[in-house]
């Protein structure tokens, strides 16, 4: 089976993406390299090319002329030729679940969630619903044409996409100034709005490992360099804190590790995933999971798992027996 990392993407997280391929081909030499350009075509990279492409989340990945075709195309000689795919996607259709359906239809192993649990934790409004089900405290959603009155009601609010993640289109809602930007940007795209609740952000990794048993990596605790933790903040501002393990009382740790596995759980989420939360005075509240977190050499999760013990080698190399091991049941 041929060992294959996919990197790249069509939405606007292809940067990240980049970065994590850097990361994850360190630890996967061997693996082959294919660029899903943002005109749908896959590519064939060579190693070089990825290793010297420098800043990544700033510059647009540039790729040579050694094209397979379409997504379709790209996974019809994944078939072909028994690959194994290392998802180093993020956003869009890549964690949406129709590329894990396009895999699975054509019967090709992937690492990651599957496609119904991609597509109910990509939306937030949904996998919020379906994380209270598992008892995990969350938001209260604000419909758009009720925001001016719990804007008076709460005094702030946060709005954002409710399909995207990397902190794209953030709007923290101050006053009424604020709402005319939440209505146009939910012109082009859903929004969620929530009450805001002012507190720590913390984020928790939930890992599945060999014998199908389900471990809460220890949570991080986030400090942006100056106001919310958007994309600038995650990727680029330097004075950034990301402190794991948390420095939380043991029983805050404790209930973000059990509400973590229980968003995992609730979502049915499969080999790895990664939840948010607001560490408010009432305890953590969750925000949202991701299916396929940033694993560059700056993510969270990657410092939740040194943490925890274990190499990000050995964390793939695990990550690629499930995926087989899925793919044959």
Partial sequence: MRITIVFGGTNKERLVSV????ALHSALPDADLWFWDVDDSVHEI?????????????????????????IEQALDKAKAENRLLVLGLHGGTAE?????AMCEMR???????GSASSHLTFDKVA????????????????ALQDAEAALAEHGRLIAKPARDGSSYGLIFVNSKQDLVAVRNAARTED???????????ATCGVLEQLDGSLIA??????IPAEGPFDYVAKYL??????????RFAPEINAQIKDQAVRAHQALSCSGYSRSDFIISENGPIYLETNTLPGLTRASLYPKSLKAQGIAFADFLQDQIALAARRAQQ
């Fill in 19 to 22: 970065a994590t391929a850097q």
């Fill in 46 to 70: 060579r190693p070089q090319a990825l290793e010297t492409h420098a800043r990544p989340f700033e510059q647009p990945f540039k790729v040579d002329d050694r094209g397979v075709g379409g």
């Fill in 96 to 100: 949406n679940g129709e590329l894990q």
């Fill in 107 to 113: 019967g090709i192993p992937f690492t990651g969630s």
């Fill in 127 to 142: 996998a919020k619903r379906f994380a209270a089900i598992a008892g995990v405290k969350s938001p209260a959603g604000v």
């Fill in 191 to 201: 929004y969620v709005i929530e009450p805001f609740i002012a507190g720590a952000e």
């Fill in 217 to 222: 990596l220890p949570p991080v605790e986030i």
């Fill in 237 to 246: 501002a330097k004075a950034t804190q990301e402190i794991c393990p948390a």
